[in-house]
């Protein structure tokens, strides 16, 4: 017989709060059979798929792409083209994160680099009067 686990179990196995499991399960990312006294009972495959969440998420996936994700695993007909798919598509939205990132730390390290962060008042500080500049442009 299969080894169920109760959310509480599943959750200190996971490192994982039981209101996050209940989220889970309440987002169709997990599912639970309930024992004749109502309680949630988990299987072994449910804490493999939770296993399967929690890397997806640490490779910055969504729940709406992981959940997409867990389809694919659970479709015969889909392929590695399919799952390659997504994985290139977040590898882009990274990608433009980082360029945005970038750019934010050009912009700052300029804005930075022009105030001398002297005792004058703020009236003078040119980190200051680039902010209230209204072109983020004259930042650059």
């Given at each position: 017989m299969e080894k169920l686990y109760t959310i509480g179990q599943l959750a200190k196995a996971s490192d994982t709060s039981a209101d996050t499991l209940r989220y889970y399960e309440q987002q169709s990312l997990i599912s639970s059979q309930r024992s004749d006294n109502?309680?949630?009972?988990?299987s072994q495959a449910m804490v493999e798929q939770l296993h399967f969440i929690q890397q997806a998420k640490t490779l910055g996936f969504s729940l709406a792409e992981i959940k997409t994700l867990l389809s694919?695993?659970?479709n015969q007909d889909a392929t590695c083209q399919n799952v390659k798919a997504l994985a290139q598509q977040k590898l882009q939205v990274i990608e433009e994160k980082i360029a945005d990132l970038q750019n934010i730390h050009r912009m700052l390290s300029n804005v930075n680099d022009q105030c001398e962060g002297g005792a004058d008042s703020v009236d003078h500080c040119n980190i200051m009067k680039s902010l209230e500049q209204q072109n983020s442009s004259s930042l650059q």
């Open positions: 109502g309680y949630r009972q988990f694919l695993k659970n």
